[in-house]
């Protein structure tokens, strides 16, 4: 079986995204950054998610970007938007795709895979600029010049096959896959338990997704949430 | 003045790229890479350096690349090379360099800075991808569709001012800018005391590049090193 490197982040597009692969047949290594982000109940989620799954392996990677911050999910004292904002929100973490795309590609290249999976989505999204189809092209590129396995011959593929879905198409294609979406937290401040806002942009596009999909939305959410 | 991120390893290119970049009139936030590298004097070095060149800020970032390995540098069961080896030696980190780059970029973004300084060389150097100019061309053009910053009109510029010099022209070029080279560590198996084994490919290039440069080295040697 080909080896794949997965990005799970614990919530719907990744667990959607490892879900595909595993049914084109790829060995999945999950990988989860555990970044400093608001909402920890994702790093537990993608666990429950990669063992739901069948991934091969799930490794999560500290790196601590709340040093950095300059993002409302690494800085606490940016609050999580709870209405739609004008351009690309708070919520986007600075080159944080960049970092993540990294890790994948060193771990790929020590596996010995040609193939890294994320789960990004460019249409029901938050305008965030490393989700988009021309980013992904130049992550790829760059990576095909990185690496020593690149200079041997090895090709490497940036699979993104949720880029281009609307959420609701991603659910109902993770659906048919037999996905538990009761597993994953989208939520941008979820509580430790997992329980949603209902309010977030992460969190409106989720509920967005399920109801034009027809499915019934499986989200905890906290009580006295909208 | 103009801020830039100058990414320091504490080995002589990095520091010669930050004397550049003051020469230039940038104010310099230099960034370290914690990422379990077996010559951990370099972490010391690095802060010596920033602190003798005026840097306005250090920052040192933590990545665990032990748990990924595949090199003698984060593998210790991996030994050094003592002499030339065929191809890309196993002193290469799996996409470490765009690992470094991306933290650079992220941190650029919240720091308001246009402009990277990393001081990859690719004349005098072991033959490392993630080394040579089309590399880090592909790298500007993703950081130029990956942030929030750039989609906003600020185009982020990566300057390699020693990528293509000798490394005897980098250490001339140093020692004008008033660098002392007995501050910086080279050697990828040093001690703790930052003595250099004189035997590795990184203390190969160096010794050579001081003799070539007709300037005395600096370094300071293990008993016993050849």
């Given at each position: 079986m080909r080896r794949a490197v997965v990005l799970l982040s614990g919530g719907l597009d990744s667990a959607t995204t490892?879900?595909?692969?595993?049914?084109?047949?790829?060995?999945?290594?999950?990988?989860?950054?555990?970044?400093?982000?608001?909402?920890r109940a994702e790093l537990d989620a993608a666990a429950r998610v990669a063992a739901a799954l069948g991934a091969a392996g799930h490794r999560v990677m500290q790196v601590d970007l709340t040093s950095i911050?300059?993002?409302a999910l690494t800085d606490r004292s940016i609050p999580v938007p709870e209405a739609p904002t004008q351009g690309i929100p708070v919520t986007y973490v600075p080159a944080r795709n960049t970092i993540l795309l990294s890790l994948a590609l060193a771990w790929a290249e020590v596996l010995g895979a040609q193939d890294i999976f994320f789960g990004a989505n460019?249409?029901?999204?938050?305008?965030?600029?490393?989700?988009?189809?021309?980013?992904?092209?130049?992550?790829?590129?760059?990576?095909n010049l990185a690496t020593k396995a690149a200079i041997e011959g090895s090709r490497l593929t940036l699979h993104t096959p949720v880029i281009a879905l609307t959420k609701a198409e991603?659910?109902?294609?993770?659906?048919?896959?037999g996905i538990d979406y009761a597993l994953t937290?989208?939520?941008?401040?979820?509580?430790?338990?997992?329980?949603?806002?209902?309010?977030?942009?992460?969190?409106?596009?989720?509920?967005?997704?399920?109801?034009?999909a027809g499915i019934?939305?499986?989200?905890?959410?906290?009580p006295g949430s909208a």
């Open positions: 490892l879900a595909i692969a595993r049914s084109e047949g790829f060995d999945c290594h999950c990988l989860t950054l555990d970044y400093g982000q608001r909402h911050g300059g993002s460019a249409i029901d999204y938050s305008g965030y600029p490393d989700c988009r189809p021309e980013y992904m092209r130049a992550f790829e590129a760059l990576a991603i659910i109902r294609r993770g659906a048919a896959l937290v989208s939520c941008y401040q979820s509580d430790r338990a997992g329980r949603a806002c209902g309010r977030c942009d992460s969190c409106r596009l989720r509920r967005a997704g399920f109801a034009a019934a939305d499986p989200t905890r959410y906290m």
